[in-house]
């Protein structure tokens, strides 16, 4: 570091090097009298950039295809940073790009690369970051589909994308180009540290530092070695790997994409084989429209009950589905989804055991899972995917497959663990007690509903496949006053730190307080404090895929929207059924701190006092929520209906117009 300040007018070194004028590309552009007499200026420009920047005149004319990805940070040629990355996830896709265009060059196209990196979930848990995650999602999905229409003689697009965010915009993206040859690329995992925590339970270690459950030392040695390779998502079935699942699912990938190991040789050979794809699905006069078809919206529904996936995925599928232009799936989709399927994979942070996502990924992946569907009769097995291949025939192909037989066998080998004890044939799942895995409890705190991982529920604090919690309420308004009183050093003395048996209530951090902020670091810290399971979490905010244990989220209406958990004070009894069978579950305050009638109470009551939008929002994330608001809300996916926003807005310009 240095103190000088730079002399901003000193002369240039060499003179000289200030070019007025170059010569240009040499050769000619293979133009003919069609293209000059019926081309738009903007098409005859384009193949001028085009060698400009150094492409061969000769092969300019070639099927162009646009790889589409999120890459973050600059990496120098030995794979060290000149410029970090937000994470992982998008750290090595520069390399997936560079395959993905070798392929595209070597069958004589003409691959073009665009990037809109993403956030980092992770990052930003616990700062106002995060009041900016889930409306980006919205955002990057409409530059990126601005991208592809900037492009306008695009065959196709091959979008590469990895994480939360970025993967889910990726997929509204070509959802909404979907008559072009698109196929997606899931950026794949990073391996776990061979000694170490996972990135999941890592994120915990500020929490259980300040209860007195880990030392300096232990905190800083496992801050250090979580991330055992430097690229791909985090190695728990969390948002982006369920995502990434969930693409697959939805006939978006190649067979056996979802979840590759990063910047291994079966990686690479996936990039390539993707933009083969694209390239075939032009060649056989196929779209993604093809692939992308309310049958393959069940079949990701049916994915993401079967692998316990992220309950984020509420919020993705059906946005996916409605920038596809299909019908939304709404709650009781999921709800009638889940009740039919039991969870068939052990992966973090599920149990029994919680494998990393490597070892689903060796097992089988999305294939195994989706052969044990079928054989169940659920599997809309008719469905094509961007293979060219209907369900049926990829699975027929991968289980006699050399790929299915030499995966399962490196994971005996490497971790002596079988495969069909990550996934598993539904009669051994349910002989281990796997249950189904997203329950929709309602009742006079959620009126429209709320959501649990009721699989992630510590095994100890259900009895007869009931979990039932009735305690006190401790409320609050804002993530960082929750997280302080959960480690016990709240700057306030009257905030008394969290105790076993309190029902925490998170209020105003739904859409409308703060983006819908995601609470990771609540939730992990009750999952791996001592004391975490005897605690319950209520709140209209959302969780990451890693959550575990008693949390209810995406509670509605919100609080600010009116919802009746704004009416909680300190004190009142709070009463939480949540049957694991059945999936039936209900949140109920139960009795007032002071007396009155519950009934009462919920009608009478005036919103918690202290509850307020986020003075720390930011106007962009304000304007969205306003919109998604109106296009359906959390339940309808937090998108926008472009026809009922439009409507909204001429009644509002009417209203104004007729008052006095």
């Known amino acids: 570091m240095t103190d000088a300040t730079p002399d901003f007018f000193a002369s240039p070194a060499d003179r000289e090097s200030l070019l007025t004028h170059a010569p240009g590309p040499t050769g000619r552009l293979p133009l003919s009298d069609e293209m000059l007499r019926q081309w738009s200026s903007g098409d005859l420009f384009g193949l001028t950039q085009s060698v400009g920047m150094g492409f061969d005149p000769r092969r300019v004319l070639g099927d162009q295809y646009l790889i589409l990805s999120t890459q973050g940070g600059v990496r120098n040629p030995d794979g060290t940073p000149l410029a970090l990355g937000y994470h992982t996830g998008h750290w090595e896709v520069g390399l997936m790009v560079a395959a993905a ?120 040695l496992e801050g250090c070695r979580a991330c055992g390779t430097p690229g791909g998502g985090c190695q728990f079935l969390g948002t982006a790997a369920t995502a990434q699942v969930v693409a697959e699912a939805l006939g978006m990938t190649i067979p056996h994409a979802a979840l590759c190991p990063s910047g291994q040789p079966i990686w690479l050979q996936m990039c390539r084989d993707s933009a083969d ?104 097995s008719q469905a094509r995917t961007v293979s060219g291949l209907t369900w049926d025939e990829v699975l027929d192909r991968w289980h006699t497959s050399d790929r299915r037989k030499a995966c399962r066998e490196r994971l005996v080998e490497a971790d002596g663990v079988s495969p069909d004890d990550v996934i598993m044939p539904p009669n051994r799942a349910t002989a281990r007690g796997l249950t189904s895995t997203v329950c929709f409890p309602e009742g006079n705190l959620c009126p429209e509903g709320s959501v649990i991982k009721a699989t992630a529920i510590a095994p100890d604090v259900v009895q007869d496949g009931v979990y039932h919690k009735r305690g006190p309420a401790r409320v609050f308004t804002s993530e960082r006053d929750a997280i302080a009183a959960v480690k016990g050093n709240s700057a306030d003395p009257s905030v008394q730190e969290i105790r076993p048996g309190d029902v925490m209530v998170l209020i105003g951090r739904g859409p409308l307080g703060c983006g819908m902020e995601e609470t990771y670091q609540i939730t992990s810290a009750l999952k791996y404090l001592s004391f975490g399971k005897d605690v319950a979490l209520i709140t209209d905010a959302r969780f990451s895929g890693v959550s575990t244990g008693a949390c209810i989220g995406h509670v509605g209406p919100e609080a600010l929207a009116g919802g009746p958990i704004s009416k909680v004070r300190d004190g009142d009894t709070i009463e939480i059924k949540v049957d694991t069978r059945t999936l039936q579950g209900s949140v109920q305050l139960v009795q007032t701190h002071d007396g009155i009638p519950v009934e009462d109470a919920l009608r009478r009551r005036t919103p918690h006092p202290e509850l307020l939008v986020d003075p720390d929002v930011p106007d962009d994330t304000r304007l969205w929520a306003a919109l998604q608001q109106v296009g359906g809300g959390t339940w309808g996916g937090c998108t926008y209906d472009v026809d009922a926003i439009v409507r909204t807005l001429q009644a509002g310009q009417q209203a104004l117009r007729d008052q006095p």
């Open 101 to 220: 265009a070798e392929q595209v060059t070597s069958a004589d196209g003409v691959p073009f690369a665009a990037f809109v990196s993403d956030p980092c979930d992770g990052r930003s848990q616990g700062t106002r970051g995060m009041f900016d995650s889930l409306p980006y999602r919205n955002d990057a999905a409409m530059v990126m589909r601005r991208l592809i229409r900037s492009l306008p003689r695009r065959r196709g697009v091959i979008g590469i994308a990895t994480c939360d965010k970025g993967l889910p915009a990726m997929m509204m993206a070509l959802a909404g180009t979907k008559k072009l040859h698109n196929v997606l690329v899931p950026g794949g995992v990073t391996l776990p540290a061979t000694e170490g925590e996972d990135a999941g339970k890592v994120q915990t270690i500020g929490a259980r530092y300040a209860r007195g459950e880990i030392s300096l030392e232990q905190a800083s």
């Open 277 to 380: 794809a694209a390239m075939a699905m032009k060649r056989d006069g196929l779209s993604l429209a093809d692939s992308l078809t309310e049958d393959a919206i069940e079949n990701a529904m049916l994915m993401h009950a079967a692998v316990g996936g992220s309950t984020n995925l509420l919020l993705h599928i059906p946005a996916i589905a409605a920038a596809a232009g299909l019908p939304r799936p709404t709650a009781d989709d999921f709800r009638r989804v889940n009740a039919q399927v039991t969870r068939l994979v052990d992966c973090l942070p599920n149990g029994p055991v919680g494998h990393p996502t490597v070892r689903f990924f060796l097992a089988g992946g999305v294939p195994e899972v989706a052969w044990h569907l079928r054989e169940l009769g659920l599997l809309k």
